[in-house]
């Protein structure tokens, strides 16, 4: 049909792709589809929107759940670890072990992270974005049963199989979720999407802290329940994932199947006329024709894929070495070296937690206006300057003035704040933006697998450091983020409504340099 008469001819209604070919029209391209006057004024549609919720919500969700869920009844749990090894051998348990037990309980989320990061290349290639998303969920249901039932069955041991399980699902949920949901935005929207992921992740963090509190779910006989209520966001994912388009990008340049990316895509922007967004992947179809497909290998001795590959794994390490999960994990600690009481530092942590969504939000609205680059040396240099005064704030809080106190609880929400501007939410969709399709899956496993080895490291290491040093932890995360600073302000370029073909020239240029 010609494309020139229908324009000439408004009143005439559309015809899906479908009804074009004599076909039915398919579930997937719907009927309220609309015309648009122009395919770069792309905004959220319903369809989108529903889209990005199936995907962050079951995925994020149990990323941020599950690394915030163990703070609130950490007490309770050490003190059934100490009932339950008791009733087993009849003997008085050391506390030190107890401390071991539980420290391998939440340091295993990390180990299962880094497998699941690890593999997320091969689960996104083999069952596709969507498909894996969804094959995931049966790990939240294995790590929920044992999680769930551990109590009653009298085993500490069940708690730490189920955080191994959601661990992997985790690790495969930071890299699947923000490649889905980078493949299926407009290019002017790919940030703010992107920047989705976090946002949820910080939602599910505060909600694990409402959740943990003794006035709702953080008692003694109902703590089992806190560790198995992130079942319900998997169930949300399988109900309302199977509904959406697998991403358009994987079927047009992985499976090669034209009329089901054009399927997807259609259904995605609520319209038929997607024929520029459809040539730009076709061009990238045909140049990853020229180009063998991407080993491990070939990612680390070609330089056109090895200096974007470098600059998202510093990313990755940057965010987690920045010393955000010190305070995460650690805030209550922190909020009571400042001199409050138990139950004041805990509601000072929720407080910091709200702030966090609140500026994940602002982060996710400015972000296409600022720019990615913007937004990481804003929020880096704005954590270094934080931690310098933190550290100077802490050394003279133990018997100094009150307004010392209430300054160091400042300071620490001012460092989530710069944290959640940029450094929260940008590396993990920068990385799909970094690499084009062929290199993506591999790309990602590798940024993915480094960002919770570097939260692993953190995990384990800071506690002993805070120990020895004292508020002077900090000075090892000043340090750190000057020099985070200084990388991205020389190597990470913008990357803001540039298409991939064209980010990858820009590497092609450099390497040749």
């Given at each position: 049909m010609d494309t020139k008469k229908e324009q000439e001819a408004p009143e005439l209604p559309k015809k899906s792709p479908d009804e074009i070919n004599g076909k039915q029209p398919s579930p997937v391209a719907g009927p309220a589809i609309t015309k648009l006057p122009k395919e770069d004024s792309y905004g959220f549609n319903g369809r989108l929107v529903f889209a990005i919720a199936a995907a962050a919500l079951g995925s994020s969700f149990q990323?941020?759940?599950?690394?915030?869920?163990?703070?609130?009844?950490?007490?309770l749990i050490e003190e059934w670890i100490k009932e339950t090894e008791f009733n087993r051998t009849g003997e008085a348990v050391d506390q030190s072990k107890v401390t071991m037990i539980w420290s391998i309980a939440v340091a295993i989320f990390c180990v299962g992270g880094m497998i699941g990061g690890a593999i997320t290349g091969l689960v996104a290639e083999r069952f596709g974005r969507k498909g894996g998303l969804l094959l995931n969920n049966v790990l939240v249901l294995v790590a929920v049963i044992f999680q769930g039932a551990s109590k009653a069955a009298g085993s500490f041991e069940m708690i730490i199989i189920g955080?191994?399980?959601?661990?992997?699902?985790?690790?495969?949920?930071?890299?699947?979720?923000?490649?889905?949901?980078?493949?299926?935005?407009?290019?002017?929207?790919?940030?703010?999407?992107?920047?989705?992921?976090?946002?949820?992740?910080?939602?599910?963090?505060?909600?694990?802290?409402?959740?943990?509190?003794?006035?709702?779910?953080?008692?003694?006989?109902s703590w089992p329940?806190?560790?198995?209520?992130?079942?319900?966001?998997a169930i949300f994912q399988v109900v309302t994932l199977p509904i959406c388009p697998e991403s358009p990008k994987y079927l047009l340049l992985s499976k090669g199947q034209e009329i089901e990316a054009q399927r997807a895509l259609t259904w995605l922007r609520g319209s038929i006329e997607v024929h520029d967004e459809m040539d730009d992947m076709r061009n990238e179809y045909e140049s990853m024709k020229l180009i063998p497909k991407v080993t491990l290998k070939e990612m680390f001795v070609n330089p056109t894929l090895r200096i974007p590959l470098f600059i998202a794994m510093t990313i990755m390490v940057a965010q987690q070495l920045s010393g955000i999960n010190a305070v995460m994990f650690f805030s209550t600690k922190i909020f009571t070296m400042a001199q409050l009481d138990a139950k004041n530092a805990q509601y000072a942590t929720l407080g910091m937690g709200a702030v966090n969504v609140f500026m994940t939000l602002v982060s996710m609205v400015v972000v296409e206006k600022a720019g990615r680059k913007t937004l990481l040396l804003v929020g880096f240099s704005g954590m270094c300057c934080t931690t310098i005064l933190l550290t100077i704030c802490l050394a003279y809080v133990q018997g100094g003035a009150l307004w010392i106190s209430y300054v160091s609880i400042l300071l620490v929400i001012l460092f989530v704040v710069m944290?959640?501007?940029?450094?929260?939410?940008?590396?993990?969709?920068?990385?799909?933006?970094?690499?084009?399709?062929?290199?993506?899956?591999?790309?990602?496993?590798?940024?993915?697998?480094?960002?919770?080895?570097?939260?692993?490291?953190?995990?384990?290491?800071?506690?002993?450091?805070?120990?020895?040093?004292?508020?002077?932890?900090?000075?090892?995360?000043?340090?750190?983020?000057?020099?985070?600073?200084?990388?991205?302000?020389?190597?990470?370029?913008?990357?803001?409504?540039k298409t991939i073909e064209e980010i990858s020239s820009m590497f092609r240029q450099i390497s040749y340099q």
């Open positions: 990323h941020g759940y599950n690394t915030g869920v163990v703070n609130a009844p950490q007490t955080r191994f399980f959601i661990g992997v699902n985790s690790g495969l949920n930071a890299g699947l979720a923000p490649m889905y949901l980078a493949e299926i935005s407009p290019i002017h929207l790919r940030g703010a999407v992107g920047t989705v992921y976090q946002l949820v992740i910080t939602i599910s963090i505060l909600v694990s802290q409402i959740l943990g509190l003794e006035s709702i779910l953080g008692t003694k006989d329940i806190l560790l198995a209520i992130t079942i319900i966001p944290f959640a501007i940029g450094p929260g939410s940008i590396p993990w969709f920068l990385v799909s933006e970094l690499f084009n399709q062929s290199a993506r899956g591999a790309a990602t496993s590798l940024a993915v697998a480094v960002n919770w080895t570097a939260n692993f490291i953190v995990g384990i290491g800071f506690l002993p450091l805070q120990e020895a040093l004292g508020g002077h932890v900090f000075i090892i995360f000043t340090v750190l983020l000057a020099l985070f600073v200084l990388f991205v302000y020389k190597k990470v370029p913008e990357t803001k409504n």
